[in-house]
T-cell receptor
């Protein structure tokens, strides 16, 4: 069966500090991968998606970046965090075999920037 | 990208049937309609997906009229544990589908 991992579960960081969130998927190959952010009481905002190693599509301009160094690894980074980066970060995967197949979400990382 | 419109919130009572309607007037020919459920501090979970008419699974039913400009998620006999946010997404590719604000359903005893 497939599983998706995210870490850390919670993170408190000062403004201006760097960020690295990691997501890994097990039990599938060549998945589509997604990073979402959810501000308190709001819907999910798609930040990045990837259809393959080294292939990253960015949805909104921001001080965040994403990388996919391995097939089942997706990393979200920032060089300098802003207060507005606080939120609940979710990684998801879906099968590439079916374009609109369901997305499977990880447990999320709650980031607080102080 | 097809835009969706849902009620911001709904209240119901245990044992009732709940119908959440989503409007998607500019849905494209190849677009599917997908619904997700999200509990606090968790990622969304897929509920149901359909293209036209009616789809039913062990959790919910999805009704789609012939013009496909709207869809209705039906939850039979809700319980307190169905309190969650429900999202309607429209698209033919996950990369083009977007989560809106969703509908916050509160089930009361």
């Amino acid at each position: 069966s497939q599983t998706i991992h995210q870490w850390p579960a919670t993170l408190v960081q000062p403004v201006g500090s760097p960020l690295s969130l990691e997501c890994t998927v097990e039990g599938t190959s060549n998945p589509n991968l997604y990073w979402y952010r959810q501000a308190a009481g709001r819907g999910l905002q798609l930040l990045f998606y990837s259809v393959g190693i080294g292939q990253i599509s960015s949805e909104v301009p921001q001080n965040l970046s994403a990388s996919r160094p391995q097939d089942r690894q997706f990393i979200l980074s920032s060089k300098k965090l802003l207060l507005s980066d606080s939120g609940f970060y979710l990684c998801a995967w879906s099968s590439t075999r079916i374009a609109n197949n369901e997305q499977f979400f990880g447990p999320g990382t709650r980031l607080t920037v102080l | 990208l097809a835009k969706t419109t849902q009620p911001i919130s709904m209240d119901s009572y245990e044992g009732q049937e709940v119908n959440i309607t989503c409007s998607h007037n500019n849905i494209a020919t190849n677009d599917y309609i997908t619904w997700y459920q999200q509990f606090p501090s968790q990622g969304p979970r897929f509920i149901i997906q359909g293209y036209k008419t009616k789809v039913t699974n062990e959790v919910a039913s999805l009704f789609i009229p012939a013009d496909r400009k709207s869809s209705t998620l039906s939850l039979p006999r809700v319980s307190l544990s169905d309190t969650a946010v429900y999202y309607c997404l429209v698209g033919d590719n996950n990369n083009d589908m977007r989560f809106g604000a969703g509908t916050r359903l509160t089930v009361k005893p």
